[in-house]
């Protein structure tokens, strides 16, 4: 199986974040991105394959882009961050990654599941 998922999570309300827009990007040059793949998490926060039908997970450096805003509007809080950006680079070999998010307000962890 290869692909890239993530799982959202609200810490501040203890739930999973419902309708997130999320998009996967693939570094293309030291400035530009390619959209390879977007989605809504699930109603569990998920988003369970982030890379489009047609596209391969080769090594690179690859950016999950969380747009944060629509979802803390969404629940009618003001936030910090409009978005979240994580970026991480896949190397040869590899072939899934899970990175979940816990979001809050003025915050976010990251790290990479399994």
């Not at 890239?4 to 739930?15: N, Q």
Request: charged share 20%; hydrophobic share 30%.
């Amino acid at each position: 199986m290869t692909g890239i998922s993530t799982h959202v999570l609200d810490t501040a309300r203890g739930i999973p974040t419902k309708g997130m827009p999320v998009r996967l990007e693939r570094q293309e040059s030291h400035e530009q991105w390619r959209t390879i793949g977007s989605s809504h998490t699930d109603q569990d926060g998920r988003c369970r394959q982030l890379l489009a039908d047609g596209e391969q997970l080769s090594p690179g450096t690859y950016r999950l882009v969380f747009d944060t805003a629509t979802y803390h509007s969404s629940q009618g809080v003001e936030a910090l961050y409009p978005f979240v950006n994580i970026i991480f680079t896949v190397r040869k070999g590899e072939t899934w990654f899970h990175l979940p998010l816990l979001l809050n307000p003025y915050g976010y962890t990251t790290y990479r599941g399994s």
